[in-house]
Nanobody
Framework: QVQLVESGGGLVQAGGSLRLSCAVS????????MGWFRQAPGKEREFVAS????????YYADSVKGRFTISRDNAKNTVYLQMSSLKPEDTAVYYC?????????????????WGQGTQVTVSS
């Protein structure tokens, strides 16, 4: 059974940092993209960042470019999202997703597997 388990969310002040982790079990995604999405209350789920597992190629939403970094650890089968210079508008539930085989993988519908989400709250 494939499982994606996020961790690392929490409450942080504006300007602070957090690192989210997504531990993958049950399979590897070596030929696919992994992604991070977020959903704020009353809003649609939106793309944050993606990484092609094999090459390390990354993509970012304009709203997080230069502040967030997505990475992966092959040995641990884990994907990370390092978030810095956090803003109150970054407050959302963050979801890890896997299994997309397209280019960039900006669309949530392209992913086959999802984690349960982790809450990130940024106070002003």
């Amino acid at each position: 059974q494939v499982q994606l388990v996020e961790s690392g969310g929490g409450l942080v002040q504006a300007g602070g940092s957090l690192r989210l982790s997504c531990a993958v079990s049950g399979r590897t995604f070596s030929s696919y993209y992994m992604g991070w999405f977020r959903q704020a209350p009353g809003k649609e789920r939106e793309f944050v960042a993606s990484i092609r597992w094999s090459s390390g190629t990354t993509y970012y939403a304009d709203s997080v470019k230069g502040r967030f970094t997505i990475s992966r650890d092959n040995a641990k089968n884990t994907v990370y999202l390092q978030m810095s210079s956090l803003k109150p508008e970054d407050t959302a539930v963050y979801y890890c997703a896997g299994g997309c085989s397209g280019l960039g993988c900006f669309d949530a519908d392209k992913y086959d597997y999802w984690g349960q989400g982790t809450q990130v709250t940024v106070s002003s």
